[in-house]
Antibody, heavy 119, light 107 residues
Framework: QVQLLESGGGVVQPGRSLRLSCAASGFTFRGYGMHWVRQAPGKGLEWVAVISHDGDEKHYGDSVRGRFTISRDNSKNTLSLQMNSLKPEDTAIYYC????????????WGQGTLVAVSS | DIQMTQSPSSLSASVGDRVTITCRASQSISRWLAWYQQKPGKAPKFLIYRASSLESGVPSRFSGNGSETEFTLTISSLQPDDFATYYCQQYSAYAYTFGQGTKVDIK
């Protein structure tokens, strides 16, 4: 069965960096686009970024473009999100999610990892 | 970016009620719309894609409709397991965007 396991969350000071990872299993990772979606405490879902199956195409939400970088290692079935210049408003649960192919919607989600940006 | 607006933001309903949630896009997205269900402390669950296609395993009491800028999610007979927050998401154009959510709770 499809499993997505996020890691790397924690408490970080404003302006610092953090790298999230998502370990994927149960499907052919290299065949699917992958997303990051976040949810601030008590708030709704916010789409963060997507990467194509081969890593050649990447797109970002307006609030993170230029600060966050999505990447993947198909040899290790791992998705990553490098977050730089973190702001308090980046505080959220970050979900890794599998695209149904390269369609734009997600059929499987991880349980999320919490990032808290605070001094 | 395309803005997605859901209404209502919350609603109270009883088991057996028919419930309809509306999602409006700030510009045409054809039928590139998905719906998700989220329960407290859990990851979202995928329900519907392309506005009206039911994901495998999703109960048939869920249905989606609409095109261009106006869409609906209907639960024909609300069940106890359906009390949750529902989100629409457009995937017509980057950056993808979600609606703000509609919380369905028990009357």
């Amino acid at each position: 069965q499809v499993q997505l396991l996020e890691s790397g969350g924690g408490v970080v000071q404003p302006g610092r960096s953090l790298r999230l990872s998502c370990a994927a299993s149960g499907f052919t990772f290299r065949g699917y686009g992958m997303h990051w979606v976040r949810q601030a405490p008590g708030k709704g879902l916010e789409w963060v970024a997507v990467i194509s199956h081969d890593g050649d195409e990447k797109h970002y939400g307006d609030s993170v473009r230029g600060r966050f970088t999505i990447s993947r290692d198909n040899s290790k079935n791992t998705l990553s999100l490098q977050m730089n210049s973190l702001k308090p408003e980046d505080t959220a649960i970050y979900y890794c999610a599998k695209d149904v192919g390269w369609q734009g919607h997600c059929d499987y989600w991880g349980q999320g990892t919490l990032v808290a940006v605070s001094s | 970016d395309i803005q997605m607006t859901q209404s209502p933001s919350s609603l109270s309903a009883s088991v057996g009620d028919r419930v309809t949630i509306t999602c409006r896009a700030s510009q045409s997205i054809s039928r590139w719309l998905a719906w998700y269900q989220q329960k407290p402390g859990k990851a979202p669950k995928f329900l519907i894609y392309r506005a009206s296609s039911l994901e495998s395993g999703v109960p048939s009491r869920f249905s989606g409709n609409g095109s261009e800028t106006e869409f609906t999610l209907t639960i024909s007979s609300l069940q106890p397991d359906d009390f949750a927050t529902y989100y629409c998401q457009q995937y017509s154009a980057y950056a993808y965007t979600f609606g703000q959510g509609t919380k369905v709770d028990i009357k």
